[in-house]
């Protein structure tokens, strides 16, 4: 059954709320620049919040659609969530080449560290290779990965010149010293244990789920959790944030952009912010490679 009438009074109200709504923030700019519109300001907004309570239950109805999300996917486990996330990465291996970008405090640039990747998600053993170049394309560090049961990552380390392996005690470690580790930049928490949905958020105006991964006690990190703000429509986390056992953020990982390769997409710029020293590296992905079977 159709009911034109209520669709067209809440067309018309949500347009009256659109305008309304510009109007004030308007009135807004204007009382700062102008103290004397102060006591006007005050009575007007007043009269607004005032008249909402005074509004016909279709205006309410109208007034709650159009505040609410709108068409949200229904909230899953932590467990599922995470698993969508392993499931989106590429199963074919990649090369990517790029650079880590050391920003200070304003924002300025003041080192560019070239690295490389390889990496085989989709094998049946999930690997990865990372390697930290000089200006002149040596390698200075070099870092193996394996997932062989998830959680418990196996890791070889080369550094020094020449180039030897050495023993690395865990990936909170930093890398060529910068304020990075290899942690951060290998994204061992993905084959964690223990995911908890602990609520849901928008990140640069995507829908995120929560979650939050604890770190493996007999790893030796310095953080007690990772949360990771996931979006369901892609499979891929937005943000990553290390926190303390008070819930403090310690350190945040948060996508910039994604690149897209057949159906899959791809993290393909992300910033590491120290929330401490407010030090920032940016990894800038410059090129990207599927190797395919010949």
């Given at each position: 059954m159709y009911f034109p009438m209520p669709t067209l009074a809440v067309r018309r109200f949500s347009n009256d709320w659109k305008n309304g709504e510009k109007?004030?923030?308007r009135l807004e700019k204007s009382r700062e620049k102008f103290p004397m519109i102060g006591k006007t300001w005050r009575k007007t907004s007043n009269d607004w919040k005032t008249s909402l309570f005074?509004?016909?239950?279709?205006?309410?109805?109208?007034?709650?659609?159009f505040l609410l999300p709108i068409g949200l996917p229904e909230a899953r486990g932590g467990d599922e969530?995470?698993?969508?996330?392993?499931?989106a990465l590429p199963t074919i291996p990649l090369q990517l080449s790029g650079e880590l970008q050391s920003r200070d405090r304003r924002g300025n640039i003041v080192r560019v560290t070239p690295v490389e990747m390889n990496l085989d998600?989709?094998?049946?053993?999930?690997?990865?290779?990372?390697?930290?170049?000089?200006r002149f394309g040596a390698t200075q560090e070099k870092l193996?990965?394996?997932w062989p049961d998830r959680a418990t990552p196996e890791f070889s380390w080369w550094s020094g010149d020449p180039l030897t392996e050495q023993s690395l005690a865990d990936l909170d470690q930093s890398i060529a010293g910068l304020d990075l580790t290899w942690a951060d930049l290998s994204w061992s928490f993905l084959w964690w244990d223990g995911a908890r949905r602990i609520g849901s958020e928008r990140v640069r105006g995507r829908y995120c789920e929560i979650v939050e991964l604890p770190a493996p006690a007999d790893q030796g990190y310095s953080f007690e959790a990772v949360r990771l703000w996931i979006d369901p429509a892609v499979g891929l986390f937005m943000?990553?944030?290390?926190?303390?056992?008070?819930?403090r953020t310690l350190r945040r990982i948060e996508v910039r952009s994604l690149q897209r390769i057949d159906d899959l997409w791809m993290i393909q710029n992300l910033d590491l912010l120290?929330?401490?020293?407010?030090?920032?590296?940016?990894?800038?992905?410059?090129?990207?490679?599927?190797?395919?079977?010949p």
């Open positions: 109007s004030f923030q005074r509004l016909p239950t279709i205006g309410k109805l109208a007034l709650a659609s969530l995470m698993a969508q996330v392993r499931a998600w989709g094998a049946a053993i999930p690997q990865a290779q990372y390697m930290v170049l000089d193996h990965v394996k943000r990553a944030d290390t926190v303390d056992r008070r819930g120290n929330q401490q020293t407010r030090e920032r590296v940016t990894l800038r992905i410059r090129d990207l490679e599927a190797v395919r079977d």
